[in-house]
């Protein structure tokens, strides 16, 4: 169980690296516009705030592959209790959908965790 557990931390540090790359530099083009169902407009005025949302979630992903690689358990819970955290609050504030997409993963990777003790 353990090796699903680390598993899943990579796919979620995929999924981060993946929204780091949306957000920073593909943001005002056409997959970063479906992706998050935005106007030209609306992207080109947001584009700052988004490419700085991106570095987060590139941090958020460096730490994930960071865990993997130390074997550090305390590590990786802690940047997906921080993933989760930001996956509520994007849920909360934004779309639910985010909720599907950042927090549910995570949450599913620190069961694994759990349950692999």
Same mark, same amino acid.
């Given at each position: 169980m353990s090796n699903v =557990?680390?598993? #899943?931390?990579? &796919?979620v540090g995929l999924?981060? =690296?993946w929204f780091m790359v &949306?957000?920073?530099f593909l943001w %005002? @083009? *056409?997959a970063g516009l479906k992706t998050f169902r935005n106007t030209p407009e609306r992207a080109e005025a %947001? @584009?700052?705030l988004a490419a700085n949302q991106g570095l987060y979630n590139g941090f958020l992903a460096a730490g994930l592959f960071y865990s993997t690689i130390t074997g550090s358990r305390e590590f990786a819970l $802690? $940047? #997906?209790v921080c993933v989760v955290i930001a996956g509520l609050y994007g849920a909360w504030s934004v779309s639910r959908r985010i909720f599907y997409v950042q927090?549910? *993963?995570?949450? !599913?990777? !620190?069961a694994a965790f759990c349950l692999a003790r």
């Open positions: =557990a680390w598993g #899943l931390v990579v &796919l999924l981060h =690296a &949306l957000e920073m %005002t @083009r *056409p %947001t @584009r700052v $802690f $940047f #997906l927090a549910l *993963p995570a949450l !599913i990777a !620190i």
